[in-house]
C-alpha cells in the first residue's frame, strides 16, 4: 500500500501546487482561463494504481479535461461574481445521463420528486429556520448533514421515499459532495418572504424550487444563472458540451459497477479549481503578501507532515486524515501567532454571524459556508494543538502535534520569510494583528487551506480502491465548531439517519 499512499499524496499535492504557483506568479493581474492549465496538467498525471477502478480515476480526469476545453471553448474570462457557480454544471448533467441510462432510477427520481410535495410542514419548518438564523452559522451546501444544509433535508425526504436504498443514497449524494445545482435549501421561502409573501405562499415556492431541481437539472441551474445574472459564459452550452464529452465516461463507470454516488460527485468537485480557485477573486486576494504566505506555508505543512508519514500510514483514510489535519494545525498555530484560537474565533464569528442575520435578512443561503468551513478547521486545529501543548507543558521540548499518532511538521510555518515577518506589512512597531487580518480575509475563503484540490483528488483515489461504496455525504459526526462552542444544535444532525 506504500504505493497507493505515495501516489495519492504525489497527485494531490500535485494538484495543490499547481494552484499556488499560479497564484504566485500571477496575483494582482487579470485572470483567463487559460491560466487554469497548470491545474488540468497536474490531473493527467494521475494514474491507477493497484487496485484501483481506471473508471473511477477517469471520472476526475476527464471531468477536469472536459471542464476546461469546455470554458476555453466558450470564453476566456470569467468574471468574480460567476466563478463560484463554476463547480455546479457538472452534477445536473450526470444526474440526467443517469436518467436517460437507467430507467428504474428515472422512476425513483420521480418518486422523490412527489414526496418533496408531501413534505409541506418539514419544509416550511427547516426553511423558516435557516432564514431566521435559528441554526446559527450554517453550511447549506456541506458535505455532511449538519442542521441547516441541503444535504439534511434531502435526507428527511429520502427517509420517507419508497425507492430502492442505492437510489436514495445518490440522490442524497448529489446534493452533498455532488453540487445539483446552485440552489441551497430556504433560498427562495427567504426572498418570498422578504418581498412580501405569506409564509404559506413562501413555502409552495419554496418546494416548487426544490422539486425543479431534480425535475430538470440542467435547465433548472441555467436558470438559477439566468436569475443572478451570470454572463461570463453561456451555461446552457457549457452544459451540452460537457454532457457530449462526459456521457462515454459516465457509461463506463457504470458498467464497471461505480455506485451512482459515486458517480454523481467525482465530476464536480475536481473542476473547481479552473475559474475559481485559479481565478480574478484569488488573484485579486493574494495581490496581499501575507495572504499569499499563508497559503504558501500552510501547502508546505500539509507537505512535508504527509510525505514524512508515507511509511507509518495504516490504511488511505490516515493520508487523507493527515492532510487535513496538518492544514487545521497550521491554521490554528497562525491564529495563536497572534494571541488569538480557534474557540475564539468560533465565538466572534458566531456572534457575528446572528447580527449579520439581523442586517441581512436576504443574505444568500451561501453567505457564511466557508466561515463555517473556517470555523471547523480552526477549531479541529486547536483541539490538536492544544493536545500537544498539554503534552510539552512548561518543558523546553518542541511542540509536537499529530494526527492518531502521525506528526505534523509546523517549521515551513516558522521559517516563511513573510509570515515571520509582519512588521514589513504594518505600522512596524505595532505589527500584533496582520496575521489575524489576513486569516479573516482567508476565512470567506479557505478552499486552498482546507484544502479542496488536495481532499478532491484524495478522495478521487479512496473512491477508486473502493468504487460501490458511496463516499459522500460524511456519515460521521464532523465535530462542528458551530455546534461545539457556542450554540446548541447537535439534536438537529441528521448524520445518525443517513439513508
Given amino acids: 500500500m506504500e504505493k497507493i499512499y505515495t501516489k495519492m ?30 491545474y488540468v496538467d497536474a490531473v493527467n498525471k494521475m494514474t491507477v494504481g493497484d487496485g484501483q477502478s481506471k473508471a473511477v480515476i477517469d471520472l476526475h480526469k476527464q471531468s477536469v479535461n472536459a471542464h476546461y476545453d469546455t470554458l476555453t471553448g466558450l470564453t476566456n474570462y470569467v468574471k468574480p461574481e460567476d466563478d463560484p457557480f463554476v463547480e455546479h454544471y457538472q452534477t445536473p448533467v450526470i444526474l440526467e445521463i443517469l436518467c436517460d441510462q437507467d430507467e428504474k432510477f428515472q422512476k425513483s427520481v420521480e418518486t422523490f420528486i412527489a414526496k418533496i410535495g408531501d413534505m409541506n410542514a418539514m419544509i416550511g419548518l427547516e426553511s423558516a429556520r435557516r432564514y431566521a438564523g435559528f441554526y446559527g452559522p450554517t453550511c447549506v451546501v456541506d458535505f455532511a448533514m449538519i442542521p441547516g444544509s441541503t444535504s439534511n433535508v434531502v435526507n428527511q425526504i429520502l427517509k420517507k421515499t419508497d425507492i430502492p436504498a442505492d437510489h436514495k443514497k445518490a440522490l442524497l449524494a448529489a446534493k452533498s459532495w455532488g453540487m445539483n445545482t446552485s440552489y441551497g435549501v430556504g433560498e427562495v421561502f427567504a426572498q418570498s418572504v422578504e418581498g412580501g409573501a405569506t409564509l404559506a405562499a413562501a ?10 431541481i431534480y425535475e430538470n437539472p440542467v435547465e433548472a441551474q441555467a436558470k438559477l ?27 463506463a463507470a457504470v458498467g464497471d459497477g461505480v455506485h451512482y454516488a459515486n458517480a454523481v460527485t467525482i465530476p ?21 503578501d501575507m495572504v499569499m504566505g499563508i497559503i504558501e506555508g500552510v501547502t508546505q505543512v500539509v507537505d512535508t507532515s504527509l510525505r514524512a508519514a508515507i511509511p507509518k500510514f495504516k490504511s488511505p483514510g490516515q493520508v487523507l486524515a493527515l492532510a487535513t489535519g496538518s492544514g487545521a494545525a497550521a491554521a490554528e498555530c497562525l491564529l495563536e501567532m497572534d494571541g488569538f484560537n ?15 442575520v439581523q442586517l441581512y435578512p436576504t443574505r444568500g443561503a451561501a453567505a457564511e459556508l466557508h466561515n463555517c468551513d473556517f470555523m471547523d478547521m480552526v477549531y479541529r486545529g486547536w483541539g490538536i494543538i492544544d493536545r500537544s501543548r498539554k503534552v510539552k507543558a512548561g518543558t523546553a521540548a518542541d511542540l509536537k502535534p499529530n494526527v492518531s499518532g502521525l506528526a505534523i511538521d509546523l517549521g515551513p ?39 479542496e ?41 441528521e448524520y445518525r439517519e443517513a439513508v
Avoid at 468560533?346 to 447580527?355: D, P
Avoid at 494583528?433 to 475563503?445: E, K
Fill in 413 to 451: 510555518l516558522m521559517t516563511h520569510d513573510v509570515i515571520q515577518n509582519p512588521q514589513r506589512y504594518v505600522y512596524p512597531a505595532c505589527a500584533i494583528t496582520v496575521r489575524f487580518a489576513a486569516m479573516m480575509s482567508l476565512a470567506d475563503y479557505p478552499c486552498l487551506l482546507t484544502s
Fill in 9 to 38: 499524496i504525489d497527485e494531490a499535492m500535485g494538484a495543490q501546487w499547481a494552484d499556488v504557483n499560479v497564484l504566485k506568479e500571477k496575483r494582482g493581474k487579470e485572470f483567463h482561463v487559460t491560466d487554469g492549465k497548470p
Fill in 453 to 493: 484540490p488536495v481532499t478532491a483528488t484524495m478522495m478521487t483515489n479512496v473512491i477508486a480502491l473502493d468504487k460501490a461504496t458511496p463516499a459522500a455525504p460524511v456519515r460521521a459526526c464532523k465535530n462542528c465548531a458551530s455546534a461545539s462552542v457556542v450554540d446548541f444544535r447537535h439534536q438537529y444532525c
Fill in 225 to 251: 444563472m439566468d436569475s443572478l445574472g451570470m454572463d461570463s459564459f453561456d451555461p446552457r452550452k457549457y452544459m451540452a458540451e460537457y454532457r457530449k464529452k462526459m456521457e462515454p465516461v459516465v457509461k
Fill in 342 to 356: 480557534g474557540p475564539s474565533v468560533v465565538e466572534f464569528l458566531t456572534r457575528r454571524f446572528h447580527n449579520y
Fill in 268 to 288: 464536480a468537485y475536481c473542476v473547481g479549481d479552473i475559474a475559481h480557485h485559479i481565478a480574478q477573486s484569488t488573484f485579486n486576494m493574494c495581490k496581499d
Fill in 203 to 212: 413555502v409552495d415556492l419554496e418546494i416548487a424550487q426544490l422539486k425543479g
